[in-house]
């Protein structure tokens, strides 16, 4: 079994149980003579980028995450050609397995507006139909030597429950379970959201062995809090963060629409200050993901206290071939700091070890709004 055996009660961790948790020592050997190969094909004698990520090794930090680029067997290839440390797969959604049970379901008049909402979101439900999906997954798994995570994005527990498992049974290497929910009405209570994300990865972890990340948005309250007692469940990793993809009004045609936004390169400034903040506070990896662009914003994530990262923009914006791009900056980099390993650096500017005691806090945001005018000075002439 990969990963902890521990759970506990997701109702007593809000109650605020500290349990001192030992991480678990199993590193999962993913096909090790392609690690291995990986390794000597891609560093040289003094730089070695491999990292561990939920106990499974990977050649380097660079994990694509889930995208259209992880969702077709062709460019999973391309990827690991590239020298991806690891991929996460497209998830599989809530829509998807609903428009399969409705597509079964004898009486769909009672599901008439749900239904052609679902037909509208997957016009070619024959071929993105769970079934599909998860065999798709295995394919994908059995069709590369790097290690394959698969995403989940349910709505309703027994969906998460029973696709965790069928997942898990495809064979791949963890689970992402990707909460983006976001909240849509005016009654639901903050804390009963919180609640209810808790004890669904409470669960989660009792339901599969093998390892289980969250990605998490940053619109919490205090995620910190939320990611403390999340940590207490035992889950592996957390995926700081995921991105909000929020709909437009398109002028022209006088209609909602949902474009797809890339993220831009200041945008790692968000999972880069909590990363920062919760190293050496939680068990779990930390993975940092939205707006990573090249090796140097790789470095800093590491440097803040991430042992992986994830790329989707970058990729769309230059190609899957830039991954070896940011490998080949990052080897320079600590070739150039006389850094061998990634944990020669891991965490090296993290809250915990800067020197500054206020950093990563408040003092940042007031420095930056008590000089105003040094900022205007300094700013490029519009
Ligand atoms: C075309 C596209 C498809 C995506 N599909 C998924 C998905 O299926 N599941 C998921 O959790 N995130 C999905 N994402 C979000 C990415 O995994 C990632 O969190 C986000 O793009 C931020 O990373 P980036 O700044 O490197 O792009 C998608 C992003 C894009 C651009």
């Known amino acids: 079994m990969v990963g902890t055996a521990y759970h506990c009660a997701g109702a007593d961790v809000l109650d605020g149980i500290h349990h001192a948790v030992s991480k ?62 690891a991929i996460v797969t497209k998830s599989l959604f809530e829509e998807q397995v609903q428009v399969e049970r409705f597509k079964f379901d004898e009486d769909l008049e009672k599901y008439n507006y749900r239904n052609a909402e679902m ?7 024959t071929y993105e139909g769970p079934k599909e999906h998860l065999m798709w997954v295995r394919e994908a798994k059995k069709s590369v030597k790097i290690p394959v995570f698969a995403s989940l994005n349910a709505v309703n527990r027994d969906t998460w429950i029973e696709y965790a498992k069928l997942l898990e049974e495809t064979g791949v290497d963890g689970l992402e379970v990707n909460l983006f929910s976001p909240p849509g009405d005016l009654q639901t209570r903050s804390d009963l959201i919180e609640k209810s994300q808790i004890e669904l990865v409470t669960e989660l972890k009792r339901t599969v062995s093998i390892p289980i990340s969250v990605k998490l948005s940053s619109s919490y309250t205090n995620v910190l809090n939320l990611i403390t007692l999340m ?16 709909p437009d009004i398109d002028l022209q045609k006088n209609a909602l629409s949902s474009p797809i936004s890339f993220s831009s390169e200041t945008d790692i400034r968000m999972p880069l200050r909590y990363a920062a903040l919760l190293e050496g506070a939680v068990r779990a990896d930390i993975c940092c993901s939205t707006g990573i662009m090249d090796g140097e914003q790789v470095l800093k994530m590491i440097l803040a206290g ?66 105003p005018d040094e900022i205007i000075n300094n700013a490029p002439v519009i």
């Open 24 to 85: 678990s020592e199993t590193v999962k050997q993913n096909s090790p003579d392609n690690t291995a190969k990986q390794l000597r094909g891609r560093n040289n004698a003094m730089t070695d980028l491999s990292t561990t990520y939920m106990g499974v090794k990977l050649a380097n930090p660079i994990i694509v995450g889930a995208c259209g680029l992880t969702s077709k067997a062709a460019s999973i290839k391309a990827l690991e050609d590239a020298g991806a440390g």
């Open 119 to 125: 037909v509208e979101i997957f016009p070619n439900t």
């Open 231 to 246: 940590d207490y469940t035992g889950v592996d990793a957390f995926v700081l963060f995921n991105k909000m993809f929020t």
């Open 306 to 371: 991430a042992t992986t990262v994830q790329v989707v923009s970058a990729l769309y914006r230059h190609g899957v071939s830039h991954i070896s791009t940011m490998l080949g900056s990052i080897e320079k980099w600590m070739e150039a700091n006389s850094h061998a390993t990634l944990a020669d650096f891991r965490g090296k500017l993290s809250k915990q070890n800067v020197a500054e005691l206020w950093a990563y806090t408040r003092t940042q945001y007031v420095k930056i709004m008590m000089n």
